[in-house]
């Protein structure tokens, strides 16, 4: 599927991008050009950086706080 139709990068462009390292959309932009034109695919390619990150998965969980009468 095309993430980004200026620059005809596809998502398993962007993904291999991202998995040699690319962190930011600039270094995707820098490493297969997607995003370096209108912008339009920007949102989707922080997407996919944020889960492909290797914190993926792990979530905050707030666990409830019990309050002891005085
Ligand atoms: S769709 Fe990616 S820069 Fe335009």
Redesign the pocket.
Known sequence: MYV????AVTDRDVAKAIDAGAETVQEVTRACR????????RGQIEEMIAERSPCEGLRLVQLPVRVRAA
């Open positions: 980004c139709i200026c620059r997607a995003g370096g034109d209108c912008g339009a695919c």
